[in-house]
């Protein structure tokens, strides 16, 4: 009973620290230049401890085929790509080096 309600209390302090956590973690892989791979392990931690390592790894592939897609997307429209990062407990995301320009509203010709 008491391992069942520690782990939920950490899980609680997590979902509440949670943001400000992931801001040290963004701003530490700027500076010591390892954000992308230490976000992959920290997620896949993350999943990992919560369920299975299978499943974590199951999950993270799915993860990177749907953000992939992202990625081929913003490249048919010409964006520069600035790659796919991987976030604890909220997915991923792909990313661009600039913002949309709002003149770009179809591919670009192949």
Do not use: C, D, N
Not at 3 to 13: D, P, V, Y
Not at 33 to 38: H, I, L, S, Y
Not at 72 to 82: E, F
């Amino acid at each position: 009973m008491s391992e069942t309600k520690s782990k939920g209390g950490i899980l609680a302090l997590f979902i509440k620290l949670g943001p400000k956590l992931l801001t040290l973690l963004a701003k530490m892989g700027k500076v010591f230049k390892v954000g992308k791979a230490a976000l992959f392990v920290a997620s896949f931690a993350s999943y990992a401890y919560m369920f299975t390592w299978q499943f974590a790894a199951v999950l993270m592939f799915s993860l990177f085929v749907h953000e992939s897609g992202h990625v081929w997307a913003m490249k048919r429209y010409g964006l520069k790509v600035k790659g796919i990062y991987f976030l604890p407990f909220i997915g991923g995301a792909a990313v661009t080096e600039s913002e949309f320009p709002p003149e770009r509203l179809s591919p670009s010709s192949p």
